[in-house]
């Protein structure tokens, strides 16, 4: 599937549409090969929701009177889950053999829609288990190069100004299966699933150390978690004193204990490792404390047998989510496409989709609001004719940075560097309806 670029003519489109129950405006709306179509298609009137053709006809007009209709409902409760018939819409984790929770859990992003990630199925990565903090006896310590050290208590926190900001995080690890010679035959789960993105809340981090009284020889901070694994990162005191941010609240509620409970380190854009969680300790220092996890890990090794040290933002990178694999095609017909981009330096400014494994591209809508950091939605119209078709998607940040294909990614950094892999996804679509993970 992967050598087979099917290149869909537009002009064999007429007789296409002949064996199609619905009629597809589709020459009107082309915009690229394979049967892209502008997604303006969808707004008008009546026109889409036609060719479609998802709704049933109705013989008689009406609906049966369903058992639930009969009796009361179930009563309240006082922390509310998800529908029972939801229970696909789930992580999915491994810990290495031998421990307990280290290891990660992935979102199953071909299973959600819209930008934010709900808490029960953000992404989680932790490096000793999740620690049962006593929210009472946790404190946060900052000292260093300050001219007073402060120790903060959750409640001592609690009265400084409140900011939020949507932003997504994603572990340098995510995309790593991409970096293989074949194509691991999973889904956008596996793949992708450790990135994700959530409105959080806090104080902004430049509070404190402006109250704590930064010494002007310091150039860097140390971030230091109460798990056992004591997570520890160094970061540029210029990214502490810009948007980093004390996180308290995850999507409205207390921040999950497996997301950094009661405290957590938020430096928007940059690799998941960085943003500790069970923040406990931040010293003021010179330099890059040089911490197990900033030089055995988290760099990234060239061909030539260098290493790349500190990569802090996560460059562009997109991936189609619906279709999928493990979401079959329904049939020929009309679809929309969607999927998630992002970026660690900015807005999201374009996203461009592809039917024919890259031959021809088009740009789709974003999803309002797009915003710095934070994951875009974007959709866009597809009439698939029931052929092969490649899918691929490419995001444009507003640094005016391309994500790159998997070929040009691995041409520059090879294949052992193993972090942030932000090249193409292609999804190969047979004629059956099968969607695969492919290389295009
Ligand atoms: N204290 C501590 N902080 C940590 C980790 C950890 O194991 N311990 N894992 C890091 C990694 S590798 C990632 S990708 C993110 C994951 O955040 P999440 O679990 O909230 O998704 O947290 C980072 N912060
Ligand atoms: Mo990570």
Redesign the pocket.
Known sequence: MAQRNPGYDLSTEGSVMRNNRSSVPSERYAVAGNGLLDRRLFLSAGAAAAAIGGALPSKAGELPIEPWMKLPGSPFVGYGQPSKFESKVARTFASLPGTTG?G??RTPHHLLDGMITPNGV???????GI?DINPDAHRLLIHGLVKRPLVFTLESLGRYPRESRVAF??????GQLLYQKEPAPVGVQAIHG?V?CAEWTGVKLSTLLDEAGVDPTAKWILA????A?????SVPLAKAMDDALIALFQNGER??P???YPI??LLPGY?????????RRIKVTEGPTMTK?ETSK?TMLLPDGKSLQFVFPMEAKSVITQPSPGLTMKGPGLYEISGLAWSGYGKISKVEVSADGGKSWAPAALQQPVLSMALTRFRMAWHWIGGPAVLQSRATDDTGYLQPTRAELIANRGTKAFYHFNGITSWGIAENGEVKHVYA
Do not use: Q
Not at 169 to 174: D, S, T, V
Not at 271 to 279: A, D, F, I, Q
């Open positions: 280290t990660a859990s953000h992404f989680e990565r932790s490096h000793s620690p995080l994603e572990c340098g690890g995510n450790l994700s230091e978690g109460a798990d694994a004591g997570m520890s990162r921040i999950r497996s997301n950094g957590r380190l690799e998941g490792n960085m943003h500790v969680k069970w923040l996890d988290y």
